[in-house]
């Protein structure tokens, strides 16, 4: 942040003891601690606040993009299922459709023997 050496740290001491007095030097350091490490505080949560929304916001970005994806996912395995439901079904249809038929036809009555012409003369 600021680039201040050893060298200047000890002007500007020497200028606080010049100016503030030895008695109320150590009383007005301390107090100088304690605005400086609150506002190092005050920093370091802005900052973590910070960190905390971006990392929300990449949370919620990832939570979109695997909505998405499922979505995509759901969508194609319907539609696969939809076409083997389609080509299993067509075969199944014309094969009960056949048996149907089969099936009519064999409980049609045929004609009786009987009432045939030739059926009372023995066959030569």
């Given at each position: 942040m ?8 000890m ?6 003891l ?6 109320k030097?150590?009383k007005?350091?301390r107090?100088l ?6 506002a190092q505080?005050?920093?370091n949560?802005v900052k973590?606040d910070?960190?905390r929304?971006?990392?929300l916001d990449?949370l ?11 979505r ?6 319907r ?13 199944a ?5 056949e048996l149907?038929?089969?099936a009519?036809?064999?409980a ?5 023997a ?5 059926a009372?003369?023995p066959?030569a």
């Open positions: 600021f680039d201040i050496g050893f060298s200047e740290l002007v500007i001491g020497v200028v606080a010049l100016v503030i007095g030895p008695e030097l150590p007005v350091a107090t601690g304690h605005l400086l490490g609150r505080r005050y920093v949560d973590s910070i960190n929304e971006i990392q990449e919620k970005k990832l939570q979109s993009q695997v909505t998405d994806s499922a995509a996912l759901e969508d194609s395995v539609k696969e299922y939809e076409s083997a439901r389609t080509a299993v079904e067509a075969p249809q014309a094969a009960v459709a149907q038929e089969v009519q036809q064999a049609t009555p045929a004609v009786p009987a009432s045939a012409p030739d009372g003369k066959a």
